[in-house]
């Protein structure tokens, strides 16, 4: 029997190399990045962060597309197959994410992990606004949402499990039994210095001794 029965991962720079919004404003000619770095080393609070960086992209569907393809080419290397190896043991998986819906789902599909249990911003081209104030867009929005699956699933606190790379996911191990900071991609002080279980390396496989045992 697994240890976890519900594991959440964050995707940019967790399940991909890349961080899709800074990827999204490359592309557009801007450069966000130190904004992302700052709210997810949490030097800035991340609803500030959020809107000023769509503002100066102003993204339209084929970016998100091209986003799309962009996540499962820079797809870590052993994500589809450890998420496989977790479904086999009936292990549920869930994404949450602060990164946007649209480019996020067919990524999700690649992984082998069903719409409804991807959690991410919504984002309308003709109306960005609520993405702004959107719960993931904001810090807190992590913890209130994994809170509110594992109630949903039933899954009581000790038997869920989140990995992520940033502050807002480090932000919702109130929420889990276990928190797993994930360095491969980025080390963060904030997130390496408080997780009590940390991955260095660029693999997911780890994770598995820790799931399954
Ligand atoms: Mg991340």
Redesign the pocket.
């Known amino acids: 029997m697994p240890a976890y029965d519900l594991v959440f991962f964050?995707?940019?720079?967790?399940l991909s190399s890349i961080?899709g919004i800074d990827e999204l404003a490359s592309r557009a000619g801007v450069d966000v990045s130190e904004l992302t770095n700052a709210a997810?080393d949490g030097r800035l609070p991340m609803e500030d962060v959020y809107r000023k960086r769509l503002e100066m992209i102003n993204p339209t569907p084929k970016d998100f597309e091209w986003l799309s393809r962009l996540y499962i080419l820079t797809a870590i290397k052993d994500a589809k197959s450890v998420i496989a190896k977790l479904h086999a043991c009936k292990v549920d998986v869930h994404i949450i994410?602060?990164?946007l819906l649209p480019s996020i789902l067919a990524f999700a599909h690649h992984l082998g992990i069903a719409p409804e249990r991807v959690h991410a911003v919504p984002y309308d081209c003709d109306n960005p606004e609520p993405s702004y104030v959107h719960p993931l867009a904001n810090n807190g929005g992590k913890p209130a949402v994994a809170e509110s699956v594992g109630e949903k699933l039933g899954v009581p606190r000790e038997r869920r499990l989140l990995i992520?790379?940033?502050v807002?996911?480090l932000e919702a191990s109130s929420v889990v039994g276990q928190f797993v900071g994930?360095g491969g991609?980025?080390e963060r002080d904030a997130v390496k210095s408080a997780a009590t279980q940390y991955i260095a390396d660029p693999l997911l496989e780890p994770l598995l001794d820790m799931v399954l045992q």
């Open positions: 964050d995707c940019d720079s967790t961080e997810m994410s602060g990164g992520g790379d940033g807002s996911d994930f991609i980025i």
